[in-house]
T-cell receptor
């Protein structure tokens, strides 16, 4: 079992839809959780960062962490074609310096 | 533009050969990370350097090596190349040695290696 599991998709939605992206993890030592967005032919860029269980909102994006279930989610409201990208969850153990990434979910938002 | 520069962007070589990938981190960043991205494995951490010293090692093969120079740029050397080494190789940088504060790594655009 991989430490971080993420459905690769692709996930296709129409413009304006609410998108839900998810990751599960097996190592309870993970304490910090991030979502990175990667456009085609580009490097990943940080989208959201959370530490505690609960929700964190930033504009159209909401990151949710449930440590008891080892489950994290990213919600995108009013999705736009410009949101079409691969979304990677990432997490890191306290005291460590390296991120463990999910494989990424490809999202396609059609106009 | 993340401020991280990687060269070359594309590289095609043959099995058994050796290549060097170069990374210049963002100005002021002391940490450099190397990741390999393939369709089946996703982003895999290879190695991290902090201010010239190796800080952490991941799934890096013995055929691969890296170093960080006094000017903080880094090089990833891949030798005895195999078909399975074909992948995108990303360099990332951060200010501190730990990524835990915000989880923010700044990635370059990657070097795409094709081994024929």
């Amino acid at each position: 079992q991989k430490e971080v599991e993420q459905d690769p998709g692709p996930l296709s939605v129409p413009e304006g839809a609410i998108v839900s992206l998810n990751c599960t993890y097996s190592n309870s030592a993970f304490q910090y959780f991030m979502w990175y967005r990667q456009y085609s032919r580009k490097g990943p860029e940080l989208l959201m960062y959370t530490y505690s269980s609960g929700n964190k909102e930033d504009g159209r994006f909401t990151a949710q962490v449930d440590k008891s279930s080892k489950y994290i989610s990213l919600f995108i409201r009013d999705s736009q074609p410009s949101d079409s990208a691969t979304y990677l969850c990432a997490m890191v153990r306290s005291g460590y310096s390296t991120l463990t990434f999910g494989k990424g979910t490809m999202l396609l938002v059609s106009p | 533009d993340s401020g991280v520069t990687q060269t070359p962007k594309h590289l095609i070589t043959a099995t058994g050969q050796r290549v060097t990938l170069r990374c210049s981190p963002r100005s002021g960043d002391l940490s450099v990370y190397w990741y390999q991205q393939s369709l089946d494995q996703g982003l895999q951490f290879l190695i991290q350097y902090y201010n010239g010293e190796e800080r952490a090692k991941g799934n890096i093969l013995e055929r691969f090596s890296a170093q960080q120079f006094p000017d903080l740029h880094s090089e990833l050397n891949l030798s005895s190349l195999e078909l399975g080494d074909s992948a995108l190789y990303f360099c990332a940088s951060s200010v501190v040695g730990r990524a835990t504060n915000t989880g923010e790594l700044f990635f370059g655009e990657g070097s795409r290696l094709t081994v024929l």
